[in-house]
């Protein structure tokens, strides 16, 4: 080889290494920052506490985005928003993936797309201990509440009946306790958190009225190359056992029946 090839040889090497090099950006194993976004009112999925998982979120999403991105070798991040802005945020490309209970419905299926299910949900009735509702229809002439933009919105809304939404599970439930609602209408595992909380409260539960709810992390649409990933960890978090402990941990249950 000439000097002068050997030399250029030596130049394209070291361009190509510094090239690498801050395509890496240097720091975990690839480098690369898996960014969720969630809505941390939803406990036992996604509260904020003063020690979590994931800074001071924690709960069983919380659990499950750190190790999809610690399975990839990528540093978690988790933005927290409000649950309305969350689809908007991932469709604007602000985040990679939504994890916070989200159930897969077909609506949010037509501007995202949803990966394995990883929890089965329904919708519940929150009453005081002393109410006479047994089943969804008792609600008809009864003050409702809500969490605006959850799944339990749209199952009264297309009941037919009126009610009232509020901005947290909390809000709705403190308006129970409170006595100016007779009933809140919200995930199970939510729920059974809420009556834990407060006293004098009781879940009735109408399966016929409430379809089964599933649980999925969104993407953006088409992004298989992450949903790739993200249902590689999930089928082995739930083959594994993973998830179920997360829930005995998070909730004193089993998700299996
Ligand atoms: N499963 C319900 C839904 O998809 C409620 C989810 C609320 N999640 C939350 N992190 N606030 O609408």
Same mark, same amino acid.
Do not use: H, W
């Given at each position: 080889?000439?000097?002068?090839?050997?030399?250029?040889?030596?130049?394209?090497?070291?361009?190509?290494?510094?090239?690498?090099?801050?395509?890496?950006?240097?720091?975990?194993?690839?480098?690369?920052?898996?960014?969720?976004?969630?809505?941390?009112?939803?406990p036992?999925?996604?509260?904020?506490?003063?020690?979590?998982?994931?800074?001071e979120?924690?709960? +069983? !999403?919380m #659990?499950? &985005? $750190?190790?999809?991105?610690?399975? %990839?070798?990528?540093?978690v991040?988790? *933005?927290?928003m409000?649950?309305?802005?969350?689809?908007?945020a991932?469709?604007?490309?602000?985040?990679?993936?939504?994890?916070?209970?989200?159930?897969?419905?077909?609506?949010?299926?037509?501007?995202?797309?949803?990966?394995t299910?990883?929890?089965?949900?329904?919708?519940?009735?929150?009453?005081?201990?002393?109410?006479d509702i047994?089943?969804?229809?008792?609600m008809?002439?009864?003050?409702?509440?809500?969490?605006?933009?959850?799944?339990?919105?749209?199952?009264?809304?297309?009941?037919?009946?009126?009610?009232?939404?509020?901005?947290?599970?909390?809000e709705?439930?403190?308006?129970l306790v409170?006595?100016?609602?007779?009933?809140v209408? +919200? !995930?199970? #595992?939510? &729920? $059974?958190?809420?009556?834990?909380? %407060?006293?004098?409260?009781?879940?009735? *539960?109408?399966?016929?009225?409430?379809?089964?709810?599933?649980?999925?992390?969104?993407?953006?649409?088409?992004?298989?190359?992450?949903?790739?990933?993200?249902?590689?960890?999930?089928?082995?978090?739930?083959?594994?056992?993973?998830?179920?402990?997360?829930?005995?941990?998070?909730?004193?249950?089993?998700?299996?029946?």
């Amino acid at each position: 080889m000439k000097k002068a090839t050997k030399v250029l040889t030596l130049a394209l090497a070291m361009i190509m290494l510094a090239g690498v090099l801050t395509a890496c950006g240097g720091g975990s194993k690839n480098g690369s920052t898996l960014t969720f976004g969630t809505n941390p009112e939803f406990p036992p999925f996604e509260y904020v506490t003063s020690n979590g998982v994931i800074g001071e979120f924690d709960g +069983i !999403d919380m #659990a499950i &985005a $750190k190790q999809i991105a610690d399975e %990839n070798g990528m540093t978690v991040a988790m *933005e927290s928003m409000e649950f309305d802005s969350l689809l908007v945020a991932l469709q604007n490309g602000q985040i990679d993936a939504v994890i916070a209970g989200m159930t897969a419905t077909d609506e949010r299926r037509e501007t995202v797309d949803f990966s394995t299910t990883y929890y089965t949900a329904t919708q519940v009735m929150i009453v005081k201990e002393d109410s006479d509702i047994t089943k969804a229809t008792d609600m008809a002439d009864k003050k409702i509440c809500v969490v605006q933009g959850y799944t339990g919105e749209v199952c009264v809304q297309e009941m037919g009946y009126s009610y009232e939404a509020f901005k947290k599970g909390t809000e709705a439930v403190l308006e129970l306790v409170n006595g100016k609602c007779d009933v809140v209408v +919200i !995930d199970s #595992a939510t &729920a $059974k958190k809420y009556v834990g909380d %407060n006293e004098g409260l009781k879940i009735v *539960e109408d399966a016929s009225a409430f379809e089964s709810e599933e649980y999925a992390i969104a993407v953006q649409k088409g992004n298989t190359e992450l949903l790739d990933k993200i249902n590689a960890s999930i089928e082995k978090m739930l083959s594994d056992g993973t998830i179920n402990e997360l829930a005995v941990k998070y909730t004193e249950e089993a998700t299996a029946e």
